[in-house]
């Protein structure tokens, strides 16, 4: 039945977007998964939070972009490497996961840590100002 009316509201025009991770084509991961990740080395990390939340505390080496800015997508099109892996995170999920969703349509490839750095610091990790 979701599937019916997806192809239904698709063919009127009306965009779908379910948050579904599997559905947009990213992983979500755990903190200690997302750890491992950027000891590679090999991605972009990228806050989606709020300049003000950045500055609070953000993850070392993390480029900011606020995904409720109204020109998130135009800016990370134009600004973001589209040859690497996006590591992204905010706050407690939610807002990576809507930014994931925005930068897979775009065209990158996209890792986001399921809890946010909330998760991250409950895990004990460390943050850096």
């Keep these: 039945m979701k599937k019916i009316i997806t192809l239904i509201?698709?063919?009127l025009g009306i965009g779908v977007q379910t948050g579904n991770a599997q559905d947009l084509k990213f992983k979500s991961i755990s903190p200690d998964q997302?750890?491992?990740?950027?000891?590679?080395?090999e991605v972009f990390l990228l806050d989606v939070r709020?300049?003000?939340?950045?500055?609070?505390?953000h993850l070392k080496g993390a480029h900011n972009l606020d995904v409720k800015k109204a020109d998130f997508e135009q800016k990370a099109?134009?600004?973001?490497?589209?040859?690497?892996?996006?590591?992204?995170?905010?706050r407690s999920g939610?807002?990576?996961?809507?930014?994931?969703?925005?930068?897979?349509?775009n065209g990158f490839?996209?890792?986001?840590?399921?809890?946010?750095?909330?998760?991250?610091k409950a895990a004990g990790k460390p943050t850096e100002k």
């Design 9 to 11: 509201l698709m063919a």
């Design 94 to 105: 939610a807002r990576s996961t809507t930014a994931a969703g925005l930068l897979v349509k």
């Design 77 to 90: 099109v134009a600004t973001l490497p589209k040859d690497k892996t996006l590591a992204i995170y905010c």
């Design 34 to 41: 997302f750890e491992v990740l950027l000891t590679k080395g």
């Design 109 to 120: 490839t996209v890792i986001e840590m399921a809890t946010g750095i909330n998760g991250w």
């Design 50 to 57: 709020t300049a003000e939340e950045y500055a609070e505390g």
